[in-house]
């Protein structure tokens, strides 16, 4: 098939290169130049895992092409999915302004049929929205066209998303006309081993469905952070909490870990989005608010235990802090606890050593060169005249220190640690003292 993908973000460039990957073609479409520069030249502009392999090879096939122009990308795909940002307004909605401006131009210069894939998490409604618009361009130009507005939300995690596309859960298409839904079937056919995983509902629900789902994980996320906390205060072990609760199978194990807050570009503003629909449409979802304060207030945790631990007054003191990303095996530090944790500790006139596998050379460009954070290049460098370790991320490697290494190099043999990542016990056998979240 030919497919255009309207952006080049996260999104676009996944989607955009995977469906390259089964044999279609794709041009994909960004109207910023240096990014369509960067992707014609080789590289690619985000980190994740296999993608600029996947994308050198299937543009060395000739299935996948950049463009700026937006004639070229109208007139290639009979299918066009949008996956542009929907950055959050000030009130916390979701701002449509790139969605509908990509709805626009396809209108103003589509010739034929057009299947139009909303695949940016957009509120319910959206789709409307977007016919309305084409048909509106189309009635500017006088002429009449038939084209489908589709739903197709992505459930892509950063750090995996090349395998959630290509072996998705389960895809769902929003759609209520039977030649837009054989062409979605025939499109995602390939990605499935079995056909029950494709989930045809009409366009509403699938806008839905996304905001759905990230709600409830996040939900249970805020919920078992607010328990731990609660464990910690009765001195109850919420690890042992949380394999005695995940293995009813009703409850499951995933997303179940406690930490020092969620982040990432989709969590956060989702949940808040959808605080806003619910508001708007004067169905609250109280749930959500409580999930979104606890969070809030759980990216502060490492910041409470330190001033419980050393006062409020922390001039003179030093930090070495492990992870930035909001999560392992992505750069992004959108909406990341790191960013709390370095900012309270530097309102506490304290400075901070950071080490990140990936994610430093993004902070550089959020913190400029604040001479409160430097960087090291090793987890083990970075704990030199440090007088804590702050973990805030959970990468792997992590996970097995060498904790008399770390005792020696520190000034203070304390490690505060966000995710959980060790047995209390075992830590403190070697002589450190060791706040984590909800352990006895
Ligand atoms: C999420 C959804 O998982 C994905 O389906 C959707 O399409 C986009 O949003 P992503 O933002 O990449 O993906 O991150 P995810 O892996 O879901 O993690 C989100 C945050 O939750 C991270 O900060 C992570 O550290 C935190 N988390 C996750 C927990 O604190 N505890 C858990 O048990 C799981």
């Known amino acids: 098939m030919k497919i255009t993908v309207i952006g080049t973000g996260y999104v676009g460039l996944v989607s955009g290169t995977c469906l390259a990957e089964m044999g279609n ?43 700026t122009s937006i004639e070229d990308s109208v007139a290639f795909g009979q299918l066009q999915f949008i996956a542009v940002g929907t950055p959050p307004d000030e009130d916390g909605s979701a701002d449509l302004k790139y969605v509908l401006a990509a709805a626009r131009n396809i209108g103003r210069h589509m010739t034929d049929y057009k299947v139009v894939i909303d695949k940016s998490t957009v509120p319910v409604g959206t789709a409307d929205k977007v016919r309305a618009v084409i048909l509106e361009e189309l009635a500017a130009r006088g002429v009449e066209l038939p084209y489908s507005v589709v739903s197709n939300p992505e459930f892509l995690k950063e750090g ?36 029950d995983r494709v989930i045809v509902m009409d366009v509403r629900s699938a806008e839905l469905t996304k905001y759905a789902a990230n709600a409830m994980l996040a939900t249970r996320i805020s919920f078992m952070n607010e328990l731990a906390n609660l464990a910690d205060k009765l001195g109850a072990d919420i690890e042992q909490i949380r394999v005695g609760i995940g293995s009813d199978p009703r409850i499951g194990f995933h997303f179940l870990y406690p930490g020092c807050g969620y982040g990432g570009s989709c969590f956060p503003k989702d949940v808040q989005a959808l605080i806003r629909t619910a508001e708007e449409n004067s169905s609250p979802v109280r749930v959500l608010n409580a999930v979104e304060q606890a969070n809030d207030e759980q990216k502060h945790l490492l910041l409470h235990k330190i001033r419980a631990r050393y006062g409020d007054d922390l001039r003179g003191m030093h930090f070495a802090l492990w992870g930035l990303a909001f999560k392992p095996n992505t750069d992004d530090m959108r909406a990341a606890s790191s960013r709390v944790v370095i900012e309270g500790l530097w309102q506490m006139g304290a400075t901070v050593t950071a080490y990140d596998p990936v994610a430093m050379t993004e902070s550089r460009r959020i913190f400029g060169d604040d001479p409160r954070l430097r960087y ?59 706040f984590a979240i909800g352990r006895r």
């Open 25 to 67: 073609e794709v041009l994909c479409l960004d109207l910023d130049a240096a990014k369509i520069d960067t992707l014609n030249q080789g590289g690619i502009p985000i980190h994740e895992p296999g993608l600029l392999e996947m994308v050198r090879r299937n543009v060395a096939a000739g299935r996948l092409s950049f463009t």
């Open 160 to 195: 995996a998303a090349v395998d959630d596309f290509l072996r998705p859960d389960r895809v769902v298409i929003g759609a209520e006309d039977e030649r837009a839904i054989r062409l979605m079937r025939e499109l995602y056919a390939p990605f499935i081993r079995n056909h």
């Open 376 to 434: 090291a290049t090793a987890p083990i460098a970075a704990l030199a005249e440090a007088d804590a370790l702050v973990i805030v991320t959970e990468w792997k490697e992590f996970r097995v220190p060498n904790f008399e290494q770390i005792k020696a190099a520190l000034r203070q043999p304390v490690i505060f640690d966000g995710r959980n990542l060790y047995t209390p016990s075992q830590v403190r056998e070697h002589g450190l003292e060791y």
